[in-house]
């Protein structure tokens, strides 16, 4: 028996050793591709020597004698903090992400490849400006010399998942930063998807006004009566199932409608400003990643410097500010993309109909490599209005007519896309009317261009706007017979027919995503518009004071105030306020009777730290599953936040719109009020089964947690520990700091879509400007850089956005000097 144990001890000892011998190794090994910052390296190529001086905060500020160098260094540093992002990004955009991650991604590459996202960017190379071609030439180098350094010294690969995944990383090309950039106009993309739910509900009610009430077109003049979806396909059945679509999983960039985009900017001019100089905020909103899509970087041109928020593998500031100008943007919502229902030829399904008769598909094979599996070959279709894509994508193949495809028309799938060159002019821009000059290159995606210089604010819509015929079917709300001369895109309207808002006498001007004009079609620039709440709390912040200040702004940026909750409570609520017969300690009345004491205390702060938000939030979601549910069925599920227009429709009776409260199965009919009494009594029931305890023990940020996960480790037992960043957070789906809802089962109110960045300049002192990203600057775990920004960001705090060179020497974390090798 001594023996024996003797024997075990001896194996659990070497186990242990052998354990803790793996460990270090594999720490080695991850920490062998951690950059010294604090270097000098000799570059073949390079002509003249480049400094990059990383701040205390590891933004690099990057000096050279030309412009080029600067972007030689810009991809330089990307390539050293973010290789992992810029390699996975450009694999999706290339789609090849199964020559990795096997038959789970084949159906995003498909999409992507039927999209030919990157063929349509190596395309538009040419297409750019002589000044733009050299940047991304240089760029690259930058990039290609750092992953030369990596090879040569053994630099652990580059980053710690090249050790789980292929170590091949091929060099960076210039058609490699447009596709990224169109890459990210897929991730804002929402009029498709839009298209196909409207058509979908609408056949499935067959009552125009009904429809209106779910999917509303923002409140104002000019409401349009939609068209009966079964005139225009006849031969589609009305079906509750719920939509047919692809897996594509957590690393698509197709996201579904409500995480589509969004983005706060707001500007005031020297009368509305404290201290007599222009101010400017953004905050652009997209999906939570470890590390964030967004990289903080310094360049100092020709021009002169620039410093803001850039995306790895693309050479540009896409929101900041120069020593003259600042910029930032949001998302348009400008209708950039229309469905097609394209009829085949019944003697010849290669063959669709055109207004001149039928034609051949433009057709080509392809073959994508697959890890692990055999390569799969799919035929690439394509006709006059744009590529087809198959029915199990975006739910369409639910709202085809037999004998029909669907193709797809938008602006974002053009092979001579100048939107790099408008950025990058845009960097240079010396004052407002420059930069509104360098929007006219841009073509997609649309965007909403916030400028101001020391003396003008501007807000200008910038992209392509098709040009749609006046008799158009649908307006391009529903998808249409594709063969039709009124339904087709007659080309792009010109520039001028984009809004723009310069010097307003108000002094202020912004926008959350919300409805900028009020225009006949086809100038309406879109039916569906991101916001209809956030902009009410803005334009009260702006209204209650004079003037402002940079504090100011940043109270706004940071407002958690929820429109919506102010708003909507007390129509839910009306009829339940301080009602019903006293019930005793722990029976359901007495649980719903203290909520709704606490809901009416309560000023509709979406705080973490409160009770209140988690009651508001649980309440309205289940409230709308109930009012939806019985009509839709299955396709509720596709409704997954809280549609605060429809509410309130609901709870006015607009239109009759009360009728979404009887249940249609059962016998008796049930009001509005009833059908929020039990809406709250089954939400306090999830919440009592979900957290337990107390009414007054929940907490919001409990639920509100931000999930920024690593795209690809991130569900990898005992590895997401460590590449997984959680933090409670206040704001929600409607508040100016946006925190937008997961929406689904089992976290519904994880925080997983918001301010990446938020930078907001003040120009009577250009260098007390701030700004932050939600997590850090670098993309490697084992990295200080990692996350160090992150619990600034998530407690509303900041840090400079200087230009003074002397500040980022002087506390700097390494300087790097790039300098030619000697021949």
Same mark, same amino acid.
């Not at 001369?485 to 926008?511: C, K, M, T, V």
């Given at each position: 028996m001594a023996g024996l144990f003797r024997w075990l001890l001896r194996l659990f000892t070497a186990a242990i050793i052998l354990a803790a011998l793996a460990g270090t190794t594999a720490y080695y090994l991850a920490a062998r591709s951690l950059p010294d910052y604090d270097d000098t390296l000799a570059i073949a190529g390079l002509e003249a020597p480049i400094e990059i001086v990383r701040d205390n905060a590891n933004v690099p500020h990057i000096f050279a004698a030309s412009d080029t160098d600067v972007f030689f260094g810009l991809g330089f540093a990307h390539a050293q903090d973010r290789l992992w992002q810029m390699t996975m990004l450009r694999r999706t955009a290339q789609g090849r992400l199964s020559e990795l991650f096997g038959a789970r991604t084949l159906k995003i590459d498909e999409l992507i490849r039927r999209l030919d996202i990157y063929g349509l960017a190596q395309s538009s190379v040419k297409a750019q400006d002589p000044y733009t071609t050299a940047a991304l030439e240089a760029y690259a180098a930058g990039v290609n010399a750092w992953i030369a350094r990596v090879n040569s010294d053994a630099r652990g690969r580059g980053a710690p998942e090249f050790f789980l995944f292929t170590p091949e990383v091929a060099l960076w090309q210039p058609a490699d930063s447009l596709a990224i950039a169109k890459l990210m106009g897929v991730r804002l993309a929402t009029h498709l998807e839009t298209e196909v739910l409207r058509a979908r509900v609408s056949l499935l009610l067959g009552d125009e006004a009904r429809v209106r009430d779910l999917l509303p077109d923002a409140p104002g003049p000019g409401l349009a009566a939609l068209p009966d979806y079964a005139a225009l396909a006849p031969g589609v059945a009305p079906s509750a199932a719920p939509l047919t679509r692809a897996e594509l999983g957590p690393l698509s960039p197709f996201v579904p409608r409500a995480f589509a985009s969004a983005s706060n900017a707001f500007a005031a001019a020297p009368s509305r400003s404290a201290a007599g100089g222009t101010l400017l905020a953004n905050d652009p909103h997209l999906g939570f990643s470890a590390p964030s899509i967004w990289y903080l970087a310094r360049l100092e041109l020709a021009s002169g410097g620039v410093i803001g928020a850039t995306i790895p593998g693309m050479p540009a500031v896409m929101a900041g500010r120069s020593a003259r100008l600042g910029w930032g943007m949001t998302s348009s919502y400008m209708d950039d993309q229309d469905v097609f229902l394209e009829q085949l030829n019944p003697e010849?399904?290669?063959? @669709? $109909?055109?207004? *001149?008769? %039928?034609?051949?598909?433009?057709?080509?094979?392809?073959?994508?490599?697959?890890?692990?599996?055999?390569?799969?070959?799919?035929?690439?279709?394509?006709?006059?209005?744009?590529?087809? &894509?198959?029915?199990? =994508? %975006?739910?369409?193949?639910?709202?085809?007519?037999?004998?029909?495809?669907?193709?797809?028309?938008?602006?974002?799938?053009?092979?001579?896309?100048?939107?790099?060159?408008?950025?990058?002019? &845009? #960097?240079?821009?010396?004052?407002?009317?420059?930069?509104?000059?360098?929007?006219? %290159? %841009?073509?997609?995606?649309?965007? *909403?261009?916030?400028?101001?210089? =020391?003396?003008?604010?501007?807000?200008?819509?910038?992209?392509? #706007?098709?040009?749609?015929?006046?008799? =158009?079917?649908?307006?391009?709300?529903?998808?249409?017979?594709?063969?039709?001369?009124?339904?087709?895109?007659?080309?792009?309207? *010109? @520039?001028?027919?984009?809004?723009?808002?310069?010097?307003?006498?108000?002094?202020?001007?912004?926008?959350?995503?919300?409805?900028?004009?009020? $225009?006949?079609?086809?100038? =309406?620039?879109?039916?569906?518009?991101?916001?209809?709440?956030?902009?009410? $709390?803005?334009?009260?912040l702006m209204e209650t004071r004079e003037v402002h200040t940079r504090e100011s702004f940043i109270e706004a940026q940071l407002d958690t105030v929820s429109f919506t909750a102010r708003a909507l409570l007390p129509l839910i609520g009306r009829d339940l306020w301080f009602t019903g017969e006293p019930a005793p300690l722990g029976s359901p009345e007495r649980r719903r009777q203290r909520a709704l004491e606490l809901l009416a205390e309560w000023n509709g702060d979406m705080n973490e730290h409160l009770p209140e938000p988690l009651i508001y939030a649980a309440w309205l979601r289940r409230l709308q599953d109930r009012l939806i549910r019985d009509d839709l069925g299955p396709l509720a599920n596709e409704f997954t936040h809280v549609e605060p227009l429809f509410i309130e429709r609901v709870f006015r009776d607009i239109d009759g719109a009360s009728a979404w409260c009887d249940i249609r199965q059962s016998g008796a009919v049930e009001s509005c009020t009833e059908i929020a009494r039990r809406s709250l009594d089954e939400a306090l029931l999830w919440l009592s089964e979900t957290y337990g305890g107390s009414l007054e023990s929940l907490r919001w940020g409990a639920a509100h947690q931000a999930w920024h996960d690593h795209p690809v480790l991130g569900e990898v037992p005992f590895l997401k520990w460590f590449v997984n960043i959680r933090q409670p957070t206040s704001g929600g789906d409607n508040t100016l700091n946006r925190g937008l809802t997961k929406g689904g089962d089992p976290f519904p109110f994880a925080n997983v879509h918001g301010a990446g960045f938020r930078g907001v300049y003040d120009f009577a002192d250009p260098d007390s400007s701030v700004f932050v990203i939600s997590t850090g600057q670098s993309g490697h775990p084992l990295s200080r850089h990692y996350d160090d920004l992150g619990e600034l960001w998530r407690r509303g705090e900041y840090i400079p956005m200087s230009l003074d060179p002397d500040l980022a020497r002087a506390a700097a974390v390494g300087v790097t000097r790039l300098v030619p090798e000697a021949p």
């Open positions: 010849n399904p290669e063959e @669709y $109909r055109t207004p *001149n008769g %039928f034609r051949p598909f433009e057709s080509r094979r392809i073959i994508i490599r697959v890890a692990d599996g055999a390569p799969e070959t799919i035929t690439l279709r394509w006709t006059e209005n744009g590529p087809v &894509l198959p029915g199990d =994508h %975006f739910g369409l193949g639910s709202i085809t007519p037999p004998g029909h495809v669907t193709a797809l028309g938008w602006t974002l799938l053009n092979g001579a896309d100048t939107s790099m060159s408008a950025a990058l002019k &845009l #960097m240079r821009a010396q004052n407002v009317d420059d930069a509104l000059e360098a929007g006219r %290159f %841009f073509i997609a995606p649309s965007q *909403n261009l916030v400028v101001v210089d =020391h003396d003008t604010i501007a807000m200008q819509t910038i992209g392509a #706007m098709p040009r749609r015929l006046a008799g =158009h079917q649908s307006e391009g709300r529903l998808p249409v017979p594709g063969w039709k001369d009124e339904n087709r895109w007659q080309g792009w309207l *010109n @520039y001028a027919a984009n809004p723009r808002f310069l010097a307003p006498e108000s002094g202020i001007l912004g926008n959350t995503n919300n409805k900028t004009v009020e $225009r006949p079609f086809p100038l =309406h620039v879109s039916f569906d518009w991101g916001d209809t709440q956030r902009i009410q $709390r803005w334009k009260r």
